[in-house]
Each structure stands twice: as structure tokens, then as C-alpha cells.
């Protein structure tokens, strides 16, 4: 059983979410919006789900911000935007998956449960020590 924190400005789509991964024997909570974040649950979530297009602060500064301050769950961006440069933009944030909407429950349970088992392994691509900042992916 895991803490997951879902976000998307959804109501329908929180609702379905909490539905199948409490079958699955998980706690859920739900947030339609980004600005809603505290950090304490943040820290509370073993896995974050998390909609790209939220008003006022889209998903991926959300993500983004949440890596800066070292939050390390597995997050899984949730979207309708589906394209390459889309993708690579949420992996480069930090995301750890992307699931494009519409979706099947069972592949958003299924993908959460691979998630878990990797819970933890999130490095940073820019490291910084004092001054010193470190570009992991330069030489990508």
C-alpha cells in the first residue's frame, strides 16, 4: 500500500484515479490545481500523478520545482499532450513516466505499480554543490 497524490484539474478524472488505485489498496489524494501543493504532502506521497495542463501552474513547473527541492518520489505526468517534444520535456523536468490521456485504468494501475517497485531512483541531471553546478545531461 502506498500514499499517491494525484493532481489534475479533472474532477471526473481525480475521481476515477482514487476509485482504482484504492481498489488496488492505496491511500489517495486528490488536488485540482498545482498552487494547491503543500509541501508536507508532497513529502507524505510515495508517487505523484500529475496533469501537465492546470491552469495558473501547469504540471511541469509544477515537477519542476518539486525536483529543485529535492522531492525524489516517482512522478508520472498525466496529459492529453502526447507529442515527442511534449515527452521529452516532462523527462527532462523530472518526470519518471507519461501516460497520455484518454487512458485505461488498468494500464494507469499497472503503471503505478512499476513505479513503486523503482521508488527512490530519481538523480538529478543538474547537480549543485555551493557554487559549483554540474550539467549531467550536456553531453547528451
Known amino acids: 500500500m502506498a500514499n499517491i497524490l494525484a493532481v489534475d484539474d479533472n474532477l471526473e478524472l481525480c475521481k476515477l484515479i482514487r476509485t482504482t488505485l484504492e481498489r488496488d489498496g492505496h491511500r489517495v489524494e ?12 508532497c513529502r507524505w506521497a510515495d508517487c505523484i500523478l500529475l496533469d ?18 529535492g522531492f525524489s518520489a516517482p512522478v508520472m505526468m498525466l496529459t492529453a499532450k502526447a507529442e515527442k517534444d ?9 518526470a519518471d513516466d507519461y ?11 499497472s503503471r503505478v ?4 517497485r523503482r521508488a527512490g531512483a530519481y538523480t538529478p541531471t543538474v547537480l549543485r554543490f555551493g557554487s ?6 550536456a553531453g547528451l
Not at 86 to 91: A, L, Q, T
Not at 113 to 116: E, G, H, V
Not at 132 to 137: A, I, R
Open 30 to 41: 486528490t488536488r485540482q490545481a498545482g498552487r494547491d501543493l503543500t509541501e508536507a504532502l
Open 52 to 69: 501537465v495542463m492546470m491552469p495558473k501552474l501547469n504540471g511541469v513547473e509544477v515537477l519542476r520545482r518539486l525536483r529543485a527541492e
Open 86 to 94: 511534449d515527452r521529452v520535456e516532462g523527462f527532462d523536468a523530472g
Open 99 to 109: 501516460l497520455p490521456k484518454p487512458f485505461a485504468p488498468d494500464e494507469l494501475l
Open 113 to 116: 505499480r512499476a513505479l513503486l
Open 132 to 137: 559549483l553546478t554540474l550539467d549531467c545531461s
